[in-house]
């Protein structure tokens, strides 16, 4: 991976280390998040469509952070309040 910016993938996911396979047959990569004791915290594919767009590699790294965080149990405000708002619109039936 030669256009991906190191730093700021650091900076996302401290204090998990960003890895990158070398690409796969279909073109696609890992990404591995691993933790202080090298073990392998997190991992997802990213397709060879994700990779070549700026906006599609971004928003994969943020579905990242997003998915770390709900997994942490440190959902965001905005998402909190999405997640309210559509709780609120979904009617509930009893059986």
Known sequence: ????????????FSPLRATFSPQRPDGGI????LNEADNTAYSRVLSPAQRADA?????????IRLELAMRAGNIPADLRKALKEQDSII????N
């Open 30 to 33: 890992v990404i591995s998040l």
């Open 1 to 12: 991976m030669d256009n991906i910016d190191q730093q700021l993938i650091t900076q996302m």
């Open 55 to 63: 906006q599609a590699f971004a928003q994969s790294l943020e579905d």
């Open 91 to 94: 009617s509930y039936q009893a």
